[in-house]
T-cell receptor
Framework: DAGVIQSPRHEVTEMGQEVTLRCKPI?????LFWYRQTMMRGLELLIY????????DSGMPEDRFSAKMPNASFSTLKIQPSEPRDSAVYFC??????????FGPGTRLTVL | AQTVTQSQPEMSVQEAETVTLSCTYD???????LFWYKQPPSRQMILVIR??????QNATENRFSVNFQKAAKSFSLKISDSQLGDTAMYFC????????????FGTGTLLAVQP
């Protein structure tokens, strides 16, 4: 199993641009999570899906952030327009109820 | 509300020695799960060990073991025979046992293993 796959691994963009982060969860996992990690705020849960349905998006910072999961094997996190304060490492993780959470390698986003 | 507290921002240990990282938590649930994750400089989040709250026996994974004190809501991680590769940020995490499936993280402890 390749584990959770995220792309891109690094993204540098300019303020105001749209950013799309992608995630492929582990096959068979029915829950998918998006986290953001910064020095100031640590690891924050942004949103999570169960069986492709968004369950809790209370961690999404504002309307500039949106997430979708069109099928069991793919999810996106979009920021439009991006701002410098969005610079962080964004992790995708997946799990089933029987196992611990598996994290992807993360996407390091830098917004200039 | 569920909370996880790690009161040690940084710790240091000599290679081959033993170190204990502290974690306390708060939850109103009776059934829940606790985890320790390791994040080395590569940024990858790696599950180190997990504990189900209904199990009294402390979990052990090779050199890693926990001291789970349910009444005190304490969940410390002991690393024996520390190795240079153990240098990393360690996060304690709590997941409720219900359908919510949310994982709450502490702020982390940066462990440095010295040669």
């Amino acid at each position: 199993d390749a584990g959770v796959i995220q792309s891109p691994r690094h993204e540098v963009t300019e303020m105001g641009q749209e950013v799309t982060l992608r995630c492929k969860p582990i096959s068979g996992h029915n829950s998918l999570f998006w986290y953001r990690q910064t020095m100031m705020r640590g690891l924050e849960l942004l949103i999570y899906f169960n069986n492709n349905v968004p369950i809790d998006d209370s961690g999404m910072p504002e309307d500039r952030f949106s997430a979708k999961m069109p099928n069991a094997s793919f999810s996106t996190l979009k920021i439009q327009p991006s701002e410098p304060r969005d610079s962080a490492v964004y992790f995708c993780a997946s799990s089933s109820r029987l196992v611990g959470r598996d994290f992807g390698p993360g996407t390091r986003l830098t917004v200039l | 509300a569920q909370t996880v507290t790690q009161s040690q921002p940084e710790m240091s240990v000599q290679e081959a020695e033993t170190v204990t990282l502290s974690c306390t938590y708060d939850t109103s649930e009776n059934n829940y799960y606790l985890f320790w994750y390791k994040q080395p400089p590569s940024r990858q989040m790696i599950l180190v060990i997990r504990q189900e709250a209904y199990k009294q026996q402390n979990a052990t994974e090779n050199r890693f073991s926990v001291n789970f004190q349910k009444a005190a809501k304490s969940f410390s991680l002991k690393i024996s025979d520390s190795q240079l590769g153990d240098t990393a940020m360690y996060f304690c995490a709590l997941r409720g046992g219900g359908a919510t499936n949310k994982l709450i993280f502490g702020t982390g402890t940066l462990l440095a293993v010295q040669p």
